[in-house]
T-cell receptor, first 110, second 113 residues
């Protein structure tokens, strides 16, 4: 079993829909990252969380440390949101080691 | 402009021919790391560095070497590449550690025949 599991693996949505991507992990962590990988391959950081909730534009990320679960929400989805979304955790034993989920591929259609 | 650069972006080579992929950042970051990305496996950490002359193994270090002689540079060395090292490689940096925002390079697509 992977230390970081994402669901769903693939997601197709229509423009305007509310989207949720889930990330569950089995290890102790000090922080969790949400990353976006564009179709061209580049990776950008969306959020870094250690507790609670963060919002940036139409994106919201939440984390529940007790339940070892995080969610990424996209409100009013748009075709330009089409990308792979990757969850990564920072192991609490070392602040240097990142473990990644395998990603959620999102396609938003008109 | 704050950025992480990698060179080359694409490389096709043959088994056993030593190669180096360079990584450089202009943000004075202390932490740098190398990852490989493979279909179905996602990103996996190869090596990381907390500062100059401080490096450590990630999850998949076999077949790779790194060095950190200067703060801005963190080259990845494949002394004897093999076909199972065909992959997409990313370098990343952050302020202090993995617990800070990560800045990724554009990626290097390596094919070993």
């Amino acid at each position: 079993k992977n230390e970081v599991e994402q669901s769903p693996q693939n997601l197709t949505a229509q423009e305007g829909e509310f989207i949720t991507i889930n990330c569950s992990y089995s290890v102790g962590i000090s922080a969790l990252h949400w990353l976006q990988q564009h179709p061209g391959g580049g990776i950008v950081s969306l959020f870094m969380l250690s507790s609670g909730k963060k919002k940036h534009g139409r994106l919201i990320a939440t984390i529940n440390i007790q339940e070892k679960h995080s969610s990424l929400h996209i409100t009013a989805s748009h075709p330009r949101d089409s990308a792979v979304y990757i969850c990564a955790v920072v192991n609490s034993g070392t602040a240097s080691k990142l473990t990644f989920g395998t990603g959620t591929r999102l396609q938003v259609t008109l | 402009e704050a950025q992480v650069t990698q060179n080359p972006r694409y490389l096709i080579t043959v088994t056993g021919k030593k190669l180096t992929v360079t990584c450089s950042q202009n943000m004075n970051h202390e932490y740098m790391s190398w990852y490989r990305q493979d279909p179905g496996l996602g990103l996996r950490q190869i090596y990381y560095s907390m500062n100059v002359e401080v490096t450590d193994k990630g999850d998949v270090p076999e077949g790779y070497k790194v060095s950190r002689k200067e703060k801005r540079n963190f080259p990845l060395i494949l002394e004897s590449p093999s076909p199972n090292q065909t992959s997409l490689y990313f370098c990343a940096s952050s302020f202090v550690s993995g617990g800070y925002e990560q800045y990724f390079g554009p990626g290097t697509r390596l094919t070993v025949t």
